[in-house]
Every structure is written in structure tokens, then in C-alpha cells.
């Protein structure tokens, strides 16, 4: 059974940064797509960043510039590293891997951003 484990959310002050990781557990395979989507209070989930099977990337306008996805497919994690935070990043934060027969979601982790 394949399990996706996070990591690294937290509390941090605007400006500062912190780094998610995103850790599947179990047999997994064929692995296409990876990539992050949050959930603010009151708002639907929204895609911050997908990263492909080949390494091409893609960002929510809001975080361009700020945030950077990566993988590791040895590994079957993905991170997101996260720059110059704003209060308005505050929200939970799930990764998602997308293989060939399955999708699979995190539990999510809380990032707060205080002003």
C-alpha cells in the first residue's frame, strides 16, 4: 500500500522560507507527474506546482518566482522549497503523485505565515 509522507511545514515569519518534502512509501511505479496544491481556510484547493516525468515545471502565478519544485525519482519524493513568504501562503499544503493506474495524496502539512 502506497502512503505519501510529508514533511517541513511549519510556522515562519513573512519573508522567511521553509522546504516540503513529500516522501512515497511502498511499491510504487510508473510515477508521471508530481507536484503540490493547497487549501486555505474557506478557499478550494489550488495547484501551487507541478513538476513532470521529464522535469518540466509549472507554477501558480502567485508563487512564481518565489517557489521551486523538485524531484527525486530514486527516491519518489518531491519538494517544494519556498522563498519569501507571504502571509498570504498561509494554508495546508498536499502532494499529489500521479503514476500510470493511481493518484495519490498527502495527508497535507500546515504552513502559517505570520506578519
Known amino acids: 500500500q502506497v502512503q505519501l509522507v510529508e514533511s517541513g511545514g511549519g510556522l515562519v515569519q513573512a519573508g522567511g522560507s521553509l522546504r516540503l518534502s513529500c516522501a512515497a512509501s511502498g511499491s510504487i511505479f510508473s510515477i508521471l507527474a508530481m507536484g503540490w496544491y493547497r487549501q486555505a481556510p474557506g478557499k478550494q484547493r489550488e495547484m501551487v506546482a507541478r513538476?513532470?516525468?521529464?522535469?518540466?515545471?509549472n507554477y501558480a502565478d502567485s508563487v512564481e518566482g518565489r517557489f521551486t519544485i523538485s524531484r527525486d525519482n530514486a527516491k519518489a519524493t518531491v519538494y517544494l522549497q519556498m522563498n519569501s513568504l507571504k502571509p498570504d501562503d498561509t494554508a495546508v499544503y498536499y502532494c499529489?503523485?500521479?503514476?500510470?493506474?493511481?493518484?495519490?495524496w498527502g495527508q497535507g502539512t500546515q504552513v502559517t505565515v505570520s506578519s
Open positions: 499529489r503523485i500521479s503514476t500510470l493506474r493511481y493518484e495519490y
Open positions: 513538476i513532470s516525468s521529464g522535469g518540466s515545471t
